[in-house]
Structures are given as structure tokens and as C-alpha cells.
């Protein structure tokens, strides 16, 4: 699943999730991050660092951001689908380098690949599987004006 929008009770009334896979073996929310040049960081830090040349900018942990993307995936399937376990990961698909400590949670879009792989052994049944993205898919926001509005939260937030 790509691109979902669903309740949150964090800072803004909704979240914004990049990738969602829905499986036997976990859920697992993927935040992509389409950074170029290295990135540096460690996964305790509030601010991660991309570094392209000489320039250096400063960007919020997406693993902080991702989150509050498990916690609302979490909110919303527990209760009826308490064996799911839902597993945050992050890619950085263009990153010429990545050094990030503390986690292995954290690489290209090869090692997300490959980090999901590694979980083999089935927690959920087809059918819970199946109800669990069935809930995902109704729960999504589609439309128009409330994504332009969490968009704008978005921006007011990095703003402030």
C-alpha cells in the first residue's frame, strides 16, 4: 500500500504513511526518504544530517517521524488484531553513503528488502492478514482537500 492517510492523535489530526506491506510475517511501515549525498545519523538523535558536498542540512530522524506512522497503524488494528506486529523501517533509495548507528532499521531500499525478508516465521492468518489491509484500505484518506490540509499542517509545523 502506498501513499496512506489515516487518523492520528499526535500533533496533527492525520499522518501521512509512504509504504505500508501487509503480511503473514508483520505490517511494516516504510517511510522513504529520497535524500541524495550521505547522510549521518544515529538512531537516538532527534536530527539527522545530509551532507551533498560541502553543504550540510539538518532533517528530523525519520525514525521518529515513522513512529507516529506505526502508532496510528496500531491504534487503528490492535484491538480487533492484537497478534499484529507492526515493524518500522526507513529507505533512503538515492543516498550516496549512509552512516547511521544504533539501529538496523535504517538502509537502501535493498536492505529494507532484505530486512523484511528476514522476518519467516507467520504471526497472522491469511484472513487476518486479508481484514487487517482491508481496514488499512477504508481507513485511508482520499480526499482531496483534507490532504491539502494535513500538507499544510505539514509545512506550519517544519515552520515553526
Known sequence: MNDLLLPS??????????????SNYGIFCIETKAYAGWIFGNAKDD??????????????????????????IEELILARYPKAQVISL?????AGKLKISGTDLVGYTRDVIRKIKTFDRPILSDSERDGIYEMLDHTNVLDKEARKAHIKGVKELKSA
Request: aromatic residues 16%; charged residues 20%.
Open 47 to 72: 536530527y539527522w544530517i545530509q551532507v551533498i558536498y560541502r553543504h550540510k542540512e539538518r532533517f528530523y530522524n525519520p525514525l521518529r517521524q515513522n513512529y507516529a506512522h506505526v502508532k496510528a
Open 90 to 94: 526507513v529507505a533512503f533509495p538515492d
Open 9 to 22: 492523535n499526535g500533533s496533527l489530526a492525520a499522518t501521512q504513511i509512504d509504504h505500508v506491506v501487509v
